[in-house]
C-alpha cells in the first residue's frame, strides 16, 4: 500500500494512494492512544479541530496521529471504518484508482458548533454531522426559536393595566 499526504480540494491535506486499491482492502490503521470520553473531553476542550475517533459508541477515543488521521470527510466516500480485533480500520467500500483521494463518512455525533462539508458529492449533507445528529441540533434550535417567540408574544399576556405604564 502506498498512501501519500497532500493538499486536498476537501479540506486542508488529504491522503491519497498511488496504486490500485480493491474493494475491502484494509488499507491502514486509526493509530493513535486510546483516551476515555472524558479525558479526550478535557484535552480537547478549547480545540476547534481535532483528530478524535471515537469507539465503543463514544465510551473510547483514539487520539489519532497516523496517515489515517490526514483522511478527509466525504458524504459519498470511497472508505468506511471498522473495527477488527479492538483496532480501528480504514477500510475500502469500493476498487479506488490511484490518485484517488480515501474518504470516509465521519458521521460527527457530539458538538453543537457548525462542522461545515466541503466534499463537492451532488448529495452533500452540507455538514460532517450524521444524519442523526443534525435532526437533533435542528429538533434543539427549534426548540430555542420557539421559546424565544413566547418571550416575545409575552407582554399581550399580561392584563390590560399591566400592558400601558400609568402615568
Ligand atoms: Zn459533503
Given at each position: 500500500?502506498?498512501?501519500?499526504?497532500?493538499?486536498?480540494?476537501?479540506?486542508?491535506?488529504?491522503?491519497?494512494?498511488?496504486?490500485p486499491?480493491?474493494?475491502?482492502?484494509?488499507?491502514?490503521?486509526?493509530?493513535?492512544?486510546?483516551?476515555?470520553?472524558?479525558?479526550?473531553?478535557?484535552?480537547?476542550?478549547?480545540?476547534?479541530?481535532?483528530?478524535?475517533?471515537?469507539?465503543?459508541?463514544?465510551?473510547?477515543?483514539?487520539?489519532?496521529?497516523?496517515?489515517?488521521?490526514?483522511?478527509?470527510?466525504?458524504?459519498?466516500?470511497?472508505?468506511?471504518?471498522?473495527?477488527?480485533?479492538?483496532?480501528?480500520?480504514?477500510?475500502?467500500?469500493?476498487?479506488?484508482?490511484?490518485?484517488?483521494?480515501?474518504?470516509?463518512?465521519?458521521?460527527?455525533?457530539?458538538?453543537?458548533?457548525?462542522?461545515?462539508c466541503?466534499?463537492?458529492?451532488?448529495?452533500?449533507?452540507?455538514?460532517?454531522?450524521?444524519?442523526?445528529?443534525?435532526?437533533?441540533?435542528a429538533?434543539?434550535?427549534?426548540?430555542?426559536?420557539a421559546?424565544?417567540?413566547?418571550?416575545?408574544?409575552?407582554p399581550?399576556?399580561?392584563?390590560?393595566?399591566?400592558?400601558?405604564?400609568?402615568?
Amino acid at each position: 500500500m502506498t498512501l501519500i499526504i497532500r493538499q486536498s480540494r476537501i479540506h486542508s491535506y488529504g491522503c491519497y494512494t498511488t496504486r490500485p486499491i480493491r474493494k475491502g482492502t484494509l488499507i491502514v490503521e486509526y493509530v493513535g492512544e486510546y483516551l476515555t470520553y472524558e479525558q479526550a473531553d478535557d484535552l480537547y476542550d478549547d480545540f476547534p479541530s481535532t483528530y478524535l475517533f471515537g469507539l465503543d459508541g463514544g465510551k473510547r477515543i483514539i487520539d489519532g496521529y497516523g496517515v489515517a488521521a490526514f483522511v478527509n470527510h466525504s458524504c459519498k466516500p470511497n472508505c468506511e471504518t471498522g473495527q477488527i480485533r479492538g483496532k480501528m480500520w480504514i477500510i475500502a467500500l469500493r476498487d479506488i484508482e490511484p490518485g484517488e483521494e480515501l474518504t470516509y463518512d465521519y458521521n460527527l455525533y457530539d458538538g453543537e458548533d457548525d462542522a461545515p462539508c466541503l466534499c463537492g458529492a451532488p448529495r452533500c449533507r452540507g455538514s460532517l454531522y450524521s444524519a442523526e445528529h443534525l435532526r437533533k441540533l435542528a429538533k434543539k434550535r427549534a426548540k430555542a426559536v420557539a421559546a424565544s417567540k413566547v418571550t416575545r408574544v409575552a407582554p399581550a399576556l399580561l392584563p390590560a393595566k399591566c400592558r400601558h405604564p400609568v402615568n
